[in-house]
Structures are given as structure tokens and as C-alpha cells.
């Protein structure tokens, strides 16, 4: 059983840096649930929202640390929706997802839980390009 005395400082930088971008993404889709226009957009970005904060729990059992969500980029998003609109906004959810995959990828072998993380972030990927109009 690993615990966290095994895990390298360098690792857990990596996966605090995670933690603290799934709880915000919380907020970011959360958000986006909210002011969207497009008829499956709330269904989906809630649906994306509470995957994002099952990864940070995910993240949050390798770490033992609780962090807060920060709400600047659910703003910033927020505001980019309303300023260059919906397919915009969906154009850099989907590169997001897909990045975010990246900088998993390295980890799961070690944390093998990621594994789930990355199955979801590609699953997400999909879901919003679903929302492309
Ligand atoms: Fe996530
Ligand atoms: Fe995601």
C-alpha cells in the first residue's frame, strides 16, 4: 500500500498543482451550467462539473491535503463565453481537457487511480465538442 511518505516531492507538487486545477474547473463548469444557452449545455457541464470534483477527491487521497477552489478562471471563462461565445468557449474546453491528459499521463503508473482521471478528461473532451453549434 503506498502511502504518502512514498511519494517524491516533485510528485507531490505535480499532483497538488492537479488538485487545485480540478477543484476550479468545478467552478469553471459549474459556472458555464449556468449561463449557457445551448438546450444540453446545463445537463453537461453539471455532468462535467461533478466528474471534476471526483478527480480532486481522487487526487485529494494521494495528497491528504485540502484545498479551497480558486473562482478567477471560472470568471475569466465566464466572461470569454459572453465576449466570443459558446463555440469559442467549447474550442478551449476540449484543448483543456485534452492537455490536462498530458500532464496525467506520466503520473498513473505510479498513482494508478489517474487512470480514471485520464478515461474521464477524454470522455469530457467529447462532451463538449457534443455542444458545438
Ligand atoms: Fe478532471
Ligand atoms: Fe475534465
Redesign the pocket.
Known amino acids: 500500500m503506498r502511502t504518502q511518505t512514498d511519494m517524491t516531492k516533485e510528485q507531490k507538487i505535480k499532483l497538488l498543482k492537479l488538485q487545485q486545477g480540478e477543484l476550479n474547473?468545478v467552478l469553471i463548469y459549474q459556472r458555464l451550467a449556468k449561463i449557457t444557452k445551448h438546450k444540453k449545455g446545463k445537463e453537461v457541464f453539471s455532468k462535467?462539473a461533478a466528474?471534476?470534483g471526483k478527480?480532486a477527491a481522487i487526487l485529494r487521497s494521494y495528497t491528504n491535503e485540502i484545498l479551497k477552489p480558486k473562482g478567477t478562471k471560472a470568471k475569466l471563462v465566464g466572461f470569454l463565453y459572453q465576449l466570443l461565445g459558446h463555440n469559442f468557449v467549447i474550442g478551449l474546453l476540449e484543448k483543456g481537457?485534452l492537455k490536462?491528459i498530458d500532464y496525467y499521463k506520466p503520473l498513473k503508473d505510479v498513482f494508478p487511480k489517474i487512470q480514471q482521471i485520464i478515461d474521464?478528461?477524454l470522455r469530457?473532451a467529447e462532451m463538449a465538442k457534443s455542444l458545438l453549434k
Do not use: F, N
Open positions: 474547473a462535467i466528474d471534476e478527480h481537457e490536462s474521464d478528461e469530457h
